[in-house]
């Protein structure tokens, strides 16, 4: 059985200037303002644990990860997830890094994505491509916005 085994950082983190956490900041500011004069004090404290989740998720740093792709399962880190879970595959090319994404069967299962690296896509595709179709998609709405911010 073949096997391809990769090291990779859990995601790839974008360089935010000082002013993406001042901007953060200022619109949690301006929210909490507007809760507090419609005197919605929930929403208040809301906007204010939210804009500190996103600030400590910010400043994470990636941890390096082990991948391992065979025919039959992907493992990540020390996770499994059968081959037999998913209906196709499809590598985005990115310019900070490929990445490869699992399409999970209907139901309460998400896709799996993994950054691949400095691994060769064309190996990626010789071990899935008997297993899974391929299947070309579009980026979501949601990666795009979470970039487009630098998420």
């Avoid at 996103?54 to 997830?81: C, M, R, W």
């Avoid at 879970?85 to 209907?106: P, Q, S, T």
């Avoid at 994505?113 to 297993?131: F, H, Q």
């Amino acid at each position: 059985m073949e096997s391809l085994t990769w090291r990779a950082k859990e995601f790839e983190q974008p360089e935010r200037h000082p002013n993406w956490f001042i901007s953060l900041w200022i619109f949690a500011v301006a929210f909490v303002v507007i809760a507090i004069i419609i005197k919605s004090y929930l929403l208040a404290v809301f906007v204010v644990l939210a804009a500190g989740l996103t600030n400590i998720y910010a400043l994470k740093v990636p941890n390096e990860v082990d991948f391992e792709l065979t025919s039959e399962n992907i493992k990540i880190g020390q996770k499994i997830h059968n081959l037999d879970g998913f209906v196709g595959f499809w590598i985005f090319e990115r310019k900070n890094g490929n990445v490869l994404v699992l399409d999970a069967k209907k139901g309460l299962r998400v896709d799996v994505e993994a950054p691949l690296g400095e691994i060769n896509i064309d190996e990626v595709r010789a071990i899935l491509s008997p297993v899974l179709p391929e299947k070309e998609r579009d980026e979501s709405l949601i990666d795009l916005i979470s970039a487009w911010l630098k998420f």
